[in-house]
C-alpha cells in the first residue's frame, strides 16, 4: 500500500462518518494528495501540546505540505516502515518525555489529538531520514582534512550570543487555565518593563518575581533549541508571545542581547537529576525541597538521599538539549552545576520537582573528538542534500491553494 495511502487511512479511521462530511473534506491539495482540516486542527493541536512557539495554523500547514512532497517521494522509491519498526519508534519518541508510550497516548487524547496524527508525524520523519541517508549516504563521506579543518575553526557565532530577559511563569493547571491565558496574553501586548515588572511580581510562580523577574545575563544557547531563535530576535522590551508549559504560561521580556568576544560553546549534552517530593504545591512540599537542597551539593549526593525510597523517586539522564521537556529546559537554562530549583510540580500538583543541573557538555569538548566532528559535519551535508531535494519538489508540485 501507498505511503500517502496509508496516512490517510489512519487519518480517516479516527473520523465519524458525520464528522468525515465537513472536516474531511480537502482543504489543501498537493499534486494528488489531499490534506483535510481535520488534519490541519490535528497537527496545529499536536504542536501546541509540544510547545512549539510560532504561528501553529501556519506551521501545521506547512509542515503536512512538506510530508505529502515526501511521502509521494518515498512511495516512488518504495521505502516503507513496517509496523514493527513504526511501534518502536513511537516508543522513542514517547521516551524522550520521560513517559511510557501508553502514558504519552493518553496524554495526546487528553488535549485532543488522536494517536494516529502522533504515528503519521514520526512515519514521515524516520521513513525521510533513513531514505536520505540512503540516497546521499556516498556523497556526504567526509575527508581527514576536512575533519583537521573544522578542528581547528573557533565556535560557530550563535554561541556568542547573550541575552538580558526577565521571566514570568504564571502557574496555569486545567480550572484555571483560561484565566491564566487571558492574563499572559494581555502581558504579551507590553513593551514597558515597569508593567512587565509589576506583572512579574504579581502573577509569576517563579523566585524572580521579586526582582521583576529580571534575569542576569545568560547565553542564549543555555535556552531549548526551539526558543533560540525566538528569543534572540527579540528587541529591547519586545516580550514574547505566551508558551505554554505544563501546567503553566511562560512569558519573556529582552531587556538586552549583546555578542560577547569569548563566546561560550554550546552546550551537546546535559547531565541533569529529578528528584520528585510529595506535598506538591503545598508548605509541606516546599519545605520538603528546602531540605533536600539544605543538604544536598552535588547530583551525587541526591543518590544518598534517595536510599531506601522507591526507585522513581530520583531519576538521572544524560540527553541532548532538544530532547529535554520545554519547562524542565527552561529552568536548567538558568542554573549552573550543582544548583537546583523546585519551581516545577507534576501529576497535576501532588508531586513537586526538585531538578539539579549536574553538567552541561559544551561543543569545544567534542572538537576533541575527531569522530564526533566527522558525525556532524555528515549530518550537516546530509541535511543539506535534504533541503535541496525537498526545494525541487515543491518546485515542481501543485499545490492548492
Not at 29 to 48: F, S
Not at 54 to 83: F, H, P, V, W, Y
Not at 260 to 289: H, K, N, W
Not at 317 to 324: A, E, G, K, L, R
Amino acid at each position: 500500500m501507498r505511503l500517502t495511502t496509508i496516512l490517510t487511512s489512519l487519518v480517516l479511521a479516527c473520523a465519524t462518518p458525520a464528522i468525515a462530511q465537513d472536516r474531511f473534506a480537502p482543504v489543501i491539495t498537493v499534486n494528488d494528495a489531499a490534506i483535510t482540516a481535520y488534519e490541519l486542527d490535528q497537527r496545529a493541536r499536536m504542536l501546541q501540546l509540544f510547545r512549539t512557539p510560532g504561528n501553529l495554523t501556519e506551521l501545521a500547514r506547512e509542515q503536512l505540505i512538506e510530508e505529502r512532497l515526501k511521502a509521494a517521494e518515498l512511495d516512488r522509491r518504495r521505502i516503507r516502515l513496517s509496523a514493527e519498526n513504526l511501534a518502536t519508534e513511537v516508543d522513542a519518541f514517547a521516551a524522550r518525555a520521560n513517559l511510557t508510550t501508553d502514558q504519552f497516548i493518553q496524554l495526546l487524547n487528553q488535549n485532543g489529538v488522536d494517536r494516529a496524527t502522533l504515528e503519521q508525524f514520526v512515519a514521515i520523519g524516520v521513513s525521510w531520514r533513513d531514505y536520505i541517508r540512503l540516497r546521499f549516504g556516498n556523497q556526504a563521506e567526509i575527508s581527514e582534512e576536512e575533519v583537521r579543518r573544522a578542528m581547528r575553526q573557533p565556535g560557530s557565532n550563535p554561541d556568542a550570543i547573550e541575552v538580558l530577559l526577565s521571566e514570568i511563569i504564571i502557574p496555569a493547571p486545567p480550572p484555571e487555565a483560561a484565566r491564566a491565558n487571558a492574563i499572559a496574553n494581555q502581558i504579551s501586548q507590553t513593551r514597558s518593563t515597569a508593567v512587565f515588572e509589576n506583572a512579574a511580581r504579581q502573577y509569576s510562580a517563579l523566585p524572580s518575581r521579586n526582582n521583576g523577574g529580571r534575569l542576569n545575563w545568560l547565553p542564549l544557547s543555555n535556552y531549548p533549541p526551539a526558543l533560540q531563535g525566538l528569543l534572540g530576535s527579540l528587541a529591547p522590551g519586545e516580550v514574547t508571545q505566551p508558551i505554554l508549559i505544563p501546567n503553566g504560561v511562560a512569558l519573556f521580556q529582552s531587556r538586552g542581547i549583546r555578542e560577547v568576544p569569548q563566546p561560550r560553546p554550546a552546550p551537546t549534552a546535559i547531565d541533569y537529576a529529578i528528584f520528585g517530593l510529595p506535598g506538591g504545591t503545598t508548605e509541606a512540599g516546599l519545605a520538603a525541597a528546602q531540605s533536600l537542597d539544605a543538604r544536598t551539593d552535588t547530583c551525587d549526593d541526591l543518590y544518598g538521599a534517595a536510599r531506601g525510597l522507591p526507585q522513581d523517586v530520583l531519576a538521572r539522564q544524560t540527553v541532548s538539549p532538544d530532547s529535554i521537556p520545554q519547562d524542565v529546559a527552561l529552568e536548567l537554562a538558568r542554573l549552573d552545576p550543582g544548583e537546583a530549583s523546585w519551581n516545577l510540580t507534576r501529576d497535576n500538583g501532588q508531586t513537586r520537582i526538585y531538578l539539579m543541573l549536574c553538567d552541561r557538555t559544551l561543543a569545544g569538548a567534542e572538537n576533541n573528538d575527531p569522530e564526533a566532528v566527522r558525525n556532524a559535519l555528515r549530518s550537516q551535508r546530509l541535511g543539506g542534500f535534504a533541503d535541496a531535494l525537498l526545494a525541487d519538489l515543491r518546485a515542481a508540485a501543485t499545490i492548492r491553494p
